[in-house]
């Protein structure tokens, strides 16, 4: 008798056993749904927001290197410009004519940007052609030397661009003579 008075606690307590595994089992398969919800929902919402960014830069071309983000360039440095097209130098060329306190009013320079180097511009003044170099809106005449009348001239300086007007001061040294001179220049084109 005691064997069967056992044998159904047995079988209650394989029914809780067996039970609980269904349970956990379930509840295995739940979590496991979830996950899978949520990998589907991030994975559609990563594609959505990646897809949306190149579509805004389809046709798009940026130049020199640079990058389509939003439908909007982002250009490497010494460019600009809607689709980098421009070096920085463009923004230079052109004829500016003002008043120098060398020269007198009516002065002319004239800028030309170099078509390989985008920093690079050539102004012509009065006297000579002169190699400069250009970063932002600023303007730097490395130490050069020119002939003149027969003199050899060192000049350098800087300058700075504000729209469609330039400020440029120029220090120059006659080497063979001597003298030397600074000359101030505001222009526009």
Same mark, same amino acid.
Do not use: W
């Given at each position: 008798?005691?064997? !069967?008075?056992?044998?159904? !606690?047995?079988?209650?307590? +394989?029914? &809780?056993?067996?039970?609980?595994?269904?349970?956990? @089992?379930?509840? @295995?398969? $739940? @979590?496991?749904?979830?996950?899978?919800? $949520?990998?589907?929902?991030?994975?559609?919402?990563? /594609?959505? +927001?990646?897809?949306?960014?190149?579509?805004?830069? $389809?046709?798009?071309? %940026? !130049?020199?290197? #640079?990058?389509?983000? @939003?439908?909007? %360039?982002?250009?490497?440095?010494?460019?600009?410009? *809607?689709?980098?097209?421009?070096?920085?130098?463009?923004?230079?060329?052109?004829?500016?004519?003002?008043?120098? *306190?060398?020269?007198?009013?009516?002065?002319?320079?004239?800028?030309?940007?170099?078509?390989?180097?985008?920093?690079? /511009?050539?102004?012509? #003044?009065?006297?000579?052609?002169?190699?400069?170099? /250009?970063?932002?809106?600023?303007?730097?005449?490395?130490? !050069?030397? +020119?002939?003149?009348?027969? *003199?050899? $001239?060192? /000049?350098?300086?800087?300058?700075?661009?504000?729209?469609?007007?330039?400020? &440029?001061?120029?220090?120059?040294?006659?080497?063979?003579?001597? *003298?030397?001179?600074?000359?101030?220049?505001?222009?526009?084109?």
């Amino acid at each position: 008798m005691a064997f !069967q008075s056992l044998e159904p !606690q047995r079988n209650f307590s +394989y029914a &809780i056993f067996f039970l609980t595994i269904i349970k956990h @089992k379930q509840m @295995k398969t $739940v @979590k496991t749904l979830t996950m899978a919800a $949520v990998a589907t929902l991030l994975s559609f919402t990563a /594609v959505t +927001y990646s897809s949306c960014s190149k579509i805004e830069c $389809v046709g798009k071309t %940026c !130049q020199h290197g #640079g990058s389509c983000n @939003k439908g909007k %360039c982002s250009c490497p440095s010494n460019y600009e410009g *809607d689709n980098c097209e421009n070096g920085i130098n463009k923004k230079f060329a052109g004829t500016f004519t003002g008043n120098s *306190d060398c020269a007198g009013p009516g002065t002319q320079f004239t800028f030309a940007a170099s078509p390989t180097n985008p920093t690079q /511009v050539f102004m012509q #003044g009065p006297s000579t052609t002169l190699n400069c170099t /250009v970063s932002g809106n600023s303007l730097t005449i490395p130490y !050069q030397t +020119y002939y003149s009348g027969g *003199d050899q $001239v060192s /000049v350098q300086g800087s300058g700075t661009l504000n729209g469609n007007s330039i400020t &440029i001061y120029l220090a120059a040294s006659d080497l063979t003579t001597g *003298d030397f001179e600074t000359c101030n220049f505001t222009g526009t084109k």
